[in-house]
């Protein structure tokens, strides 16, 4: 699947860059992320345990910052696995820094996803990703927002939503595309697998997001 | 596991006490902790119908349903339907008008169309494919079925009338 | 032919247990100390295996064992091809790969077995399945049947050093030399696309070894019951008939349930036998979809030279079979498309070349139509190209070129799967057009409806072909008809039965022959200790081959009777006839005998029987036809195209059939209004999504469109015309695969004949959003 889009950060380039390679607010802005470990300077991991409805399985996750050029831009390599299925993807970021001091980052990339997550979530991949990203960049903002008012001395409180608003959130947006499929037989069956999706989005928002 | 439960299912008249965990299935409850195999499995998601009981009377898909769910509830099953000897005019009329093949769906379709051919004396070809429409047959591409409906909602409202 | 049941639509005996729940399938068997087994399958479609840490999965409680290829040591072998490589065909080449029964070193599609989780419950089995960490380096995956032969193409097996699979060429008279008289050549490119068996049962497999009688018992869902156990026997090093193979009521095969060697008919006797305890393994929908074997992925390059006046001079057909990670069941789905891309039609100079391709996908195998589809699809979709060009009505262009029943038998030149040449045994093709179009009213459509309603702005088409199914191969079928000293007539066939009607259909023919009725007959098909030589139920041929088996096995029975009550009742074998269950003398009704009487007197147990006869009234019998009976036929359609959602209504269904003399016409109504809808599906509803790395993208019944009762046509019209066939001495013809084989190039060219022949299809399947961008190129 290839991906690709843009997003305006309301602050200058080198704090955007700062907040994206710091794996803590990252993690926070990534609801349902257990603790993102850093193994190096470029290198990180994560795990995350699901049990929902017949979606049980541990999924783990490997990230790769590449061909950094700070703070214009960056590739990331993504290889995630579960019994859930796997995500494995390569994603280049780019940061302009524009005249209002505001940040245009665009990124494209492809990602190829595997097993359960792919043989029967595949027609809600596309709403689930979307989702993810839109909420992802809303949390990454308001993030940025905390951030820059700390350091002007204000003191803004960054509360990243909590993985149940998250998941419900996407539902919602899945949801929405849902309604308009014509070959809808069976809803019920959209719930575990729309949980399912919001694993891909997870690893997806973090491949898109650094 | 997260424990068991104790649950009491009526099933074809029947009260059935089984200890059970929360994650089991009607349809393997009905299967294989009470040994009715009259109701087969088919797609484990919905969607095919293979599975459909009769919840508390109305058509119901067991294999999306907890065993647990149906503590204190009635289950109709096609064991429940109409013996050998003595075959319930649906079954009736699905051997005269040749409406299954392998049989293997066929019991989801009778107890789906249970309620239909009583509720219905001169179902119109569309209410009953309406009716048939989430059940997947492979075998007979559906039109004896249309007809043993036909069939069997004759022969049903005319013994009453 | 004054026949008692012979033809006639007797209701199947095998429905009322079927309606009450009462019929065993292979999941409702259960034994004392049963496991279960799940399968861990592989989520990469092309990988090195590096590690697979199954530690965890074994501390699950209630999990017995878990076992990877390494685990199965010397017993891991890669199966044998279940049928064997064309070398009846000059200078065929074939590349030989067996199915791993469990992968190795490598997985080559999504789906590959990795693991089995043997535990106390299949909830826990497929846990533990989840608890296993496997590690592998993914390689490219070969999706595209044209990429693959590239030189730059990644490698699906090492060892052989290309992707090609097979590659043969048959040529009838010279294709180059028509094409060099001919008016004109059309030349167009097909693609059709897999689609899957869908039978409402998954797979299903038991295998239970007793140590005490050193014996296995298998209970499953298998289309070829006796080959299963000759080659679960043959790997565990057991006798054949310390094997019994028991397929129980199957719901719905359609093909792929008559592949053996895979992982679980290979592993779990094995592992039954390792723990001594019973093993089951039922397939689930999301396996089926990966992991059991779906047909229908060719690329064809076709090129049709005609006349002007359209006769054709010669047909060449260079076409690509994807046959998945490897091709255990040889060529059969290609060399049936080979044989069936004449179809009905006198093609003098014709050339047909495959190029059967490994990919990173699933494993074909036949599914009804098995090949068969595609051929009838280049064929009838050409010469509507051809139609267009030459501006002919389409049946024109077909009545031009149909084969006339003066012409048969007719030898094609072209080998088929049964490894014979293809020969056209009997029909009469220009009658099921004619039938076809007169009970669609075609004239009249195409003269007055149509014009009538496109001027109400209604997109509606008409459209026809013409079809032929060869069925019916061999080897061979065989049955014993036994009549007990109760009286009961036993019949045990080897073939097994998926929902055919078989015991309804092989007790007519015994019935007839030996005065009883049906319901007196009690069939077993399928059952390794009843009845064990036979390959199996596939290409149409249970009646044909397995009921002419039974047929020959009864006028033996007969033959038998009449001796033997010749003697008892001392009246001459002319004189005497069977009904009622008893043989009289026909002038003398008192004078009589039971059955059940006779058969006690040709069983003494104590006295001589007479040298050289054999005891009891039984026979057993073989029949294997010297080349397949071909079925023909024509379909109409008649449909409606929504402009705006091109959502397709058909309007008119008809079809009209020849396969020979019909045993049951209720059955073999059945069987081709269930062929429609799998051939429906083909045409504009089904589809088995891969991307371009190897993923499937529908693995359930929520994606995968089955028609429903809601998308099917109101009525299937049914006509029949009748040819008997002379290769077997009831006139039989097979017929399980002609609903399904002409759907898609029909519906095809109705649906651009309602849009007024602005579009050409020339892939299949269509559907809604494909349509539209045709139409908005």
């Known amino acids: ?210 | 596991m997260s424990g068991e439960y104790k649950i009491n299912v009526k099933v074809n008249g029947k009260n059935y006490e089984r200890m059970v965990e929360p994650r089991l299935l009607l349809s393997d409850f009905i299967r294989h902790e009470i040994g009715l195999t009259g109701t087969h499995v088919g797609c484990e998601h919905g969607v095919c119908g293979t599975c459909t009981v009769l919840f508390d009377g109305l058509p119901s898909r067991s294999c999306l349903i907890f065993a647990v769910q149906a503590h204190r509830h009635e289950v109709v099953t096609v064991e429940g339907l109409g013996s050998i000897e003595q075959l319930h005019p649906l079954q009736k009329a699905f051997q005269e008008k040749h409406a299954l093949q392998c049989g293997y769906c066929t019991p989801g379709f009778l107890m789906t169309l249970v309620p239909f051919v009583e509720k219905h004396s001169h179902p119109s070809d569309e209410e009953i494919r309406e009716a048939i429409g989430g059940n997947l047959c492979r075998c007979t591409g559906y039109e004896n079925i249309v007809e043993a409906v036909k069939l069997a909602s004759a022969m049903m409202h005319t013994s009453k009338e | 032919m004054d026949t008692r049941y012979i033809g006639k639509p007797i209701k199947r005996l095998e429905d009322p247990r079927l309606l009450t729940g009462q019929a065993l399938f292979t999941d409702d068997v259960h034994l004392d100390g049963l496991l279960h087994a799940a399968f861990l399958r592989s989520d990469y479609a092309h990988a090195r295996i590096k590690s697979i840490d199954v530690s965890e999965a074994l501390k699950r409680p209630g999990v017995i064992a878990v076992y990877t290829a390494e685990d199965f040591g010397d017993y891991w072998h890669v199966g044998p091809l279940q049928v064997p490589p064309p070398i009846a065909i000059p200078n065929a080449k074939f590349h030989a790969k067996g199915l791993p029964p469990i992968a190795r070193g490598k997985v080559r599609f999504s789906g590959e077995p990795l693991a089995v989780v043997v535990a106390e419950s299949r909830y826990i089995a497929e846990d533990a399945a989840g608890d296993i960490l496997v590690d592998v380096e993914p390689l490219d995956a070969v999706v595209d049947l044209e990429k693959a032969f590239e030189d730059t193409s990644v490698l699906i097996h090492e060892d052989i050093g290309t992707n090609m699979a097979a590659l043969v060429k048959q040529e009838k008279g010279s294709y180059a030399e028509a094409a060099a008289k001919a008016d004109f050549i059309i030349k167009r490119k097909f693609h059709i696309d897999r689609g899957s068996a869908g039978a409402m049962e998954n797979r299903a497999l038991i295998a239970s070894w007793e140590n005490r009688t050193q014996s296995m018992t298998i209970w499953t869902n298998n289309q070829a019951p006796i080959p299963l156990r000759n080659t679960i026997a043959s790997n565990l090093g057991l006798s054949d008939s310390q094997v019994h193979v028991i397929t129980a009521f199957t719901g719905g095969g359609f093909g792929p349930k008559i592949m053996t060697s895979q992982a679980d008919d290979v592993l779990l006797p094995w592992i039954s036998k390792k723990l001594n305890r019973p093993v089951k393994w039922i397939e689930d929908r999301r396996e089926n979809f990966l992991a059991t074997t779906s047909e229908r992925d060719q690329v064809h390059y076709c090129e049709l030279a005609l006349t002007r006046d359209g006769k054709i001079l010669g047909f060449s057909d260079v076409f690509y079979h994807n046959t998945g990670a490897y091709d255990p069941y040889g060529m059969t789905v290609p060399l049936n498309t080979m044989t069936h891309t004449m179809g009905s039609y006198i093609v003098p100079n014709f050339y047909t070349e495959v190029r059967m391709v490994f990919t990173n996908k699933m494993v074909v195998s036949p599914v009804r139509g098995a090949g068969r589809m595609y051929g009838n699809y280049v064929m009838e979709r050409m010469l509507d190209a051809a139609a267009r060009e030459l501006k002919l009505d389409v049946v024109e262009i077909r009545r031009k070129n149909l084969i006339q029943p003066e012409m048969l038998p007719l030898h094609t030149g072209i080998t088929g799967q049964d490894f014979v040449e293809n020969v056209i045994d009997s029909g009469n093709y220009p009658e099921t057009l004619r039938k076809a179009l007169e009970m669609i009213g075609y004239e009249k459509f195409v003269k007055e409806d149509q014009p009538k309603l496109r001027a109400q702005g209604k997109k509606v088409g008409i459209g026809i072909v013409t079809f032929v199914e060869g069925t019916g191969v061999g080897p061979y079928e065989g049955a014993k008809v036994t009549i007990e000293g109760s009286g009961k007539i036993n019949v045990a066939t080897g073939i097994s039965s998926q929902g055919q009607g078989h015991y309804t259909s092989f007790a007519q023919i015994v019935a007839e022959q030996l005065g009883v009725e049906p319901k007196d007959v009690r069939i077993t098909t399928g059952d390794t200790d009843q009845f064990d030589w036979g390959a199996g139920t596939f290409a149409s041929r249970g009646m044909t081959v397995a009921g002419t088996a039974i047929y020959l096995a009864s006028v033996n029975v007969r033959k038998k009777i009449l001796k033997t009550a010749s003697k008892a009742l001392n009246a001459p074998e002319e004189e005497l006839e069977i009904s009622g269950g008893e043989v009289r003398v026909a002038d003398i009704p008192t004078k009589s005998i039971k059955l059940g009487d006779l058969a006690n007197r040709a069983n003494p147990t104590r006295g001589v029987i007479e040298p050289g006869v054999e005891p009891g009234l039984e026979a057993t019998a073989y029949y294997g036809p010297p080349y397949g009976a071909t079925g023909q036929g024509s379909v109409a359609i008649i449909l409606e195209v929504d402009p705006e959602t091109f959502e397709v209504k058909i309007q008119r269904f008809v079809l009209v059939h020849d396969a020979g003399n019909i045993m049951n016409p209720m059955i073999v109504e059945g069987q081709i209004m269930g062929g429609v809808q799998m051939g429906l599906g083909n045409a504009f509803y089904e589809e088995i999504a891969y991307d371009e790395y190897g993923q499937l993208q529908n693995a359930s019944l929520m994606d995968y469109l089955i028609p429903s009762a809601t998308e099917m046509p109101p009525k299937i019209e049914l006509g029949h015309v009748v040819s008997p066939s002379p290769l077997n001495p009831l006139g039989l013809k097979g017929v399980g695969e002609a609903g399904a084989i002409p759907i898609p190039s029909c519906f095809h060219q109705a649906i651009e004949n309602a849009l007024e022949n602005k579009i050409e299809i020339t892939a299949s399947p269509m559907n809604p959003s494909r349509l539209f961008e045709l139409t908005h190129k």
């Open chain 1, 1 to 210: 699947m290839k991906i690709e889009g843009e997003h305006t950060f309301n602050g200058p380039r080198n704090e955007v860059w700062e907040m994206i390679r710091d794996p803590e607010i990252l993690a926070s802005a990534l609801p349902g992320t257990q603790k993102l470990n850093k193994l190096s300077d470029t290198d990180y991991e994560g795990t995350m345990n699901v049990r929902v409805g017949p979606v049980s399985g541990s999924f783990s996750g490997k990230l790769v910052v590449s061909d950094e050029v700070p703070p214009q831009s960056c590739t990331l390599t993504v290889d995630g696995k579960g019994a859930p299925g796997f995500v494995r993807g390569v994603g280049h970021i780019k940061f302009e820094e524009q005249e209002t001091n505001t940040t245009y980052m665009t990124y494209e990339g492809e990602v190829t996803i595997g097993g359960t997550l792919a043989s029967v979530g595949q027609r809600m991949i596309d709403s689930v990703a979307k989702s993810m990203i839109r909420q992802g960049f809303e949390s990454m903002d308001k993030a940025l927002e905390a951030r820059l008012a700390n350091k002007s001395g204000q003191q803004v409180e960054y509360k990243p939503p909590t993985e149940t608003e998250f998941a419900a959130s996407v539902a919602k947006d899945v949801a929405k595309s849902w309604y308009q499929i014509a070959e809808v037989r069976m809803v019920m069956y959209v719930i575990p697998a729309a949980i399912l999706l919001a694993l891909i989005g997870y690893i997806l928002s973090q491949l898109l997001h650094r």
